[in-house]
């Protein structure tokens, strides 16, 4: 049961590393003036359009993130959920055997 205790663990810690980076990848987006947003005339169309790309882009990664720690944290629980089983199963098992003797 140890194993599978680890195991759900190190998806804790997956699902720590996804949340944290899902807070994180928008938060050092460049400002617009970055792209040359703040130029004038077709320069500063294209800027500010690459900026909203840009955005658009974090944005998405930043939710993949947080739903793939959402599965990662749901993964985990059923694996503790299961090595938990596996321990009532074995104590069970022993108590019939010990019963049996």
């Not at 998806?11 to 003036?33: F, I, K, N, R």
């Not at 882009?57 to 990662?72: C, F, I, Q």
Request: glycine share 6%; net charge neutral.
């Amino acid at each position: 049961m140890e194993a599978l205790r680890a195991l759900a663990n190190r998806l804790d810690e997956a699902t720590a590393a996804l949340t944290t980076l899902s807070h994180t990848v928008t938060a050092t987006d460049p400002p617009q003036a970055a792209f040359g947003a703040d130029a004038p005339g077709r320069p500063g169309e294209i800027g500010r359009a690459l900026h909203r790309q840009w955005t658009a882009a974090t944005d998405s990664r930043s939710r993949e993130a947080r739903v793939a720690a959402g599965r990662l944290n749901a993964a985990a629980a059923a694996v503790r959920e299961a090595a938990e089983h596996y321990v009532e199963v074995d104590q069970k098992v022993r108590r019939r055997l010990v019963g049996e003797a």
